[in-house]
């Protein structure tokens, strides 16, 4: 127990770097999956085609090479290539390839939004942006809950790859030790760490589900 | 029968429809005055809910033209090309046109009297206590003051559509479009939408309204427009028609509705 409490420093230290990447990744690859995906279905055929394919791009190729590219190789890209320091590197990375996943969730769920909702919407004057604002996604919000659910906890769990940045997350952390120490106690210390953490977030999602449970459809 | 032909609130004139390769409409011309009530009847598959919504622009029709209170929504030029107005002309004309919906279309995620105050709010600005008054008028006509609360889930069949009703008269249309009002509801719960519909002609709404109420057309309609395979076949006083049907196809399709 007294090694548990003297490797928590470290493990900590890691977990704050570990929920900053997720908090980050998330914040901003939610609403540019709610963008992708309303260009996706959009009647701009071009757009809709040019985001399919970036979509094909980020879900067919690992989200460590995705990272590892951002990170190595966009300094000696022409035009838009920057070198980012691995925090930025890594965020990019996850924000460009999360909202994909998430583009596609926001997409099954308006699709999923009865057309007699836009017409009834349409005969009472709404216009598509109020349509979809005040009469589709709130509806949609509902429907993508559990899916997101899944796409979120996912995340938590994938900023353990930032160690091929080298960034010290919690995973990285517990390995740290774990090679210093020679014991695997470490391991499941940053287990538990994780559980906790997608323990707040299934039970944070099962409360919305609640909230919106008070109408059906 | 209201002699305001002049200047109809509808005037549609040689619609045709098609989707894909099937004419759903083979030139519809119908015109609607002030105050009268026209029930459309026919088979199933024979256009009239198609011509409903062309009126109102949820279909684009190929050829022909609409006009609705005197302005232009669509026309069809000697080049026998069908233009539309701009957008924005299109949305402001097609706002006098209330509709009800065979499913209702509620909103589910809002409450019942916030599905009646969206639109006065989203759409005309006016600010809640503005249209509050308003809606709750409109929940006491349709009997559902008590239901203001209720989400569109716990209400029955019949409740939906009297609050999708209250809805549309909300943004207070001149005209009122119905699309088969109660062919979704449970038999015993049509009278009670059927009774909504009966007081608003009382108050000379303009209304059209697609249905395969026989008893209801014959006793709420000023006019009866028989159509059959997209055309009109005949259009007459309901006392009229369901009297002395003229066409032979109104006829069998009487006899067998009766």
Request: a neutral charge.
């Amino acid at each position: 127990m007294d090694y548990v409490i003297e490797i928590m420093a470290p493990l900590i230290e890691g977990t704050g770097v570990t929920l900053q990447v997720f908090l980050i990744s998330f914040v901003l690859a939610v609403p540019l999956g709610l963008v992708l995906a309303l260009v996706r279905i959009s009647r701009f055929v071009v757009l809709s085609g040019l985001v399919n394919g970036y979509i094909w791009l980020m879900r067919g190729t690992p989200l460590m090479l995705q990272m590892l590219f951002i990170y190595f190789a966009l300094p000696f890209v022409p035009v838009i290539g920057v070198r980012l320091p691995d925090f930025p590197a890594a965020i990019v990375a996850f924000v460009l390839n999360y909202a994909a996943y998430f583009a596609e969730i926001f997409r099954a769920g308006i699709q999923s939004i009865d057309r007699g909702q836009y017409e009834g919407a349409r005969v009472l004057g709404l216009s598509y942006p109020q349509t979809m604002r005040r009469i589709v996604l709130p509806q949609v919000l509902k429907r993508i809950l559990p899916p997101m659910s899944n796409e979120t906890i996912t995340l938590v769990k994938d900023t353990s790859l930032i160690y091929v940045l080298a960034m010290n997350d919690l995973l990285r952390a517990a390995r740290g030790i774990v090679q210093r120490d020679f014991t695997t106690t470490p391991f499941v210390v940053a287990a538990a760490f994780y559980l906790v953490m997608t323990l707040v977030l299934t039970l944070g999602f099962q409360h919305l589900e609640r909230k919106y449970a008070v109408y059906d459809g | 029968m209201p002699s305001t032909m002049a200047s109809p609130m509808i005037h549609a004139r040689d619609v045709h429809k098609r989707f894909a390769a099937v004419e759903v409409l083979k030139g519809v011309s119908l015109a609607v005055g002030k105050g009268e009530v026209v029930a459309v009847i026919g088979p199933s598959g024979s256009g009239k809910s198609t011509f409903l919504r062309c009126l109102n622009h949820l279909e684009t029709i190929n050829r022909g033209s609409i006009d609705i209170e005197g302005e232009t929504l669509v026309a069809t030029g000697a080049d026998g090309v069908c233009r539309y107005s701009p957008d924005a002309d299109i949305r402001r004309i097609c706002r006098k046109m209330g509709m009800v919906f065979q499913h209702f279309n509620l909103f589910p995620h809002l409450t019942v009297l916030q599905n009646i105050i969206e639109a006065p709010i989203t759409v005309k600005g006016l600010r809640r206590d503005e249209i509050l008054p308003k809606a709750e008028t409109l929940l006491r006509k349709v009997g559902l003051l008590d239901k203001q609360a209720s989400y569109p889930s716990r209400l029955s069949g019949g409740q939906k559509q009297r609050v999708a009703i209250a809805r549309a008269l909300a943004m207070e249309p001149d005209i009122m479009l119905f699309d088969e009002p109660t062919s979704a509801l449970d038999p015993e719960l049509t009278g009670e939408v059927l009774r909504t519909i009966r007081e608003l002609a009382e108050e000379h709404m303009t209304m059209l309204v697609v249905t395969h109420e026989m008893a209801f057309a014959r006793e709420v309609a000023s006019r009866v427009v028989f159509m059959d395979g997209g055309e009109i076949l005949e259009a007459r006083s309901a006392k009229e028609l369901f009297a002395a049907p003229e066409h032979p196809r109104t006829r069998a399709f009487l006899e067998n509705m009766l």
